[in-house]
């Protein structure tokens, strides 16, 4: 077994649910999930193991005035994953949490960074749970210091979102990621590709279209991505996995309609639909170029009838390729 030198705040915990059988036909996630650095396998012909990494953060959400609860949803989002069928045999492994203690965010996203980095080092796909986006932040960090020593690697980030999060703001917050991830790579010199799908026009103010123009910016609104536009969609996200090598792909689950995710600190009334979300996941897991997944912004609190953990679990479930 293969063991990444990653420094978590919280092991896996073990995975229960629905047992139909023990035989490779009757899996399903909470049997199929290996536990703990010492379970992690090696890259294997089955395709690039599956690493899911908590981040359990309420900081930046509580820093940018939202509905905290945030914290709770890596644990949400594995009970969701736990009975959905296997069918396909890339290992998943469960490395654990990163916790974020009261307001110590910074600290917390340096650790996060560290262990996406010796996730991908390994040859891992690091999926991480939210967390607020805030996430975000330590989530790149630790693509970007895999990449760093290769100047000509084409970085992009594609953030399903009903917000820019491109906030600029003493202290980093739920609403600041992509700006600071922004001024982190002019500083290095390097290019800052970033798209968003879903847009919320009311929610977003003009300062952040003015922000968002300034740093060249892609992105289509909510009114763009209906379920008649799935051809739009597909275009706007090929076009710009065409001028990238490594996509990092975060989903804030506020993207989708409030019907079919309440639970997030700020639920969209307008939202993109989830055949739409699902059909873009789809889309990047084939292209060859997917490195770093997060989800984020799953508040449990508010989740009636666990409807968006169910749905955030389905959108990882395509991703991970199970």
């Not at 990444?4 to 199929?32: F, M, N, Y």
């Amino acid at each position: 077994m293969h063991n990444p030198e990653i420094q978590v705040d919280r092991p896996a915990a073990g995975w229960s649910g629905r047992i139909d059988g023990t035989g490779k036909q009757h899996l399903r996630w909470h049997q199929h999930v290996a536990t703990g650095p010492s379970g992690m396998p090696a890259p294997q012909a089955g395709g690039r193991p599956v690493a899911l990494l908590g981040f359990a953060s309420d900081a930046g959400v509580l820093r940018n005035q939202g509905r905290i609860g945030a914290a709770k949803g890596p644990a949400a989002l594995r009970a969701a994953l736990s009975s959905l069928a296997i069918h396909e045999s890339r290992m998943v492994c469960d490395a654990g949490d990163i916790v974020v203690v009261g307001d110590e965010l910074e600290a917390g996203q340096r650790r996060l960074a560290q262990s996406v980095s010796q996730l991908l080092k390994s040859g891992m796909l690091p999926v991480v749970l939210g967390g607020g986006h805030e996430t975000a932040y330590g989530s790149f960090g630790g693509l970007f210091d895999r990449l760093q020593h290769q100047p000509d690697a084409r970085i992009g980030i594609l953030n399903l979102d009903a917000h820019f999060d491109l906030r600029s703001a003493p202290r980093r917050s739920s609403g600041t990621p992509f700006k600071d991830i922004a001024n982190d790579m002019h500083a290095a010199g390097r290019e800052f590709n970033y798209a968003v799908l879903g847009i919320s026009q009311p929610n977003n103010t003009r300062l952040l279209f003015e922000e968002a123009k300034a740093l060249g910016v892609t992105y289509l609104l909510d009114e763009q991505c209906g379920a008649g536009s799935l051809g739009q969609v597909a275009e706007f996200v090929d076009l710009f996995l065409q001028g990238i090598d490594q996509l990092y792909l975060t989903i804030d689950l506020d993207v989708l309609p409030a019907a079919v995710a309440p639970g997030v600190s700020a639920p969209a009334a307008y939202g993109v639909p989830l055949e739409v979300i699902h059909a873009v996941c789809r889309q990047v897991a084939q292209s060859g170029k997917l490195a770093l997944v997060d989800v984020v912004e799953l508040n449990p609190r508010f989740d009636l009838d666990g409807r968006t953990a169910r749905t955030a679990a389905r959108l990882i479930n395509t991703l991970a390729g199970v």
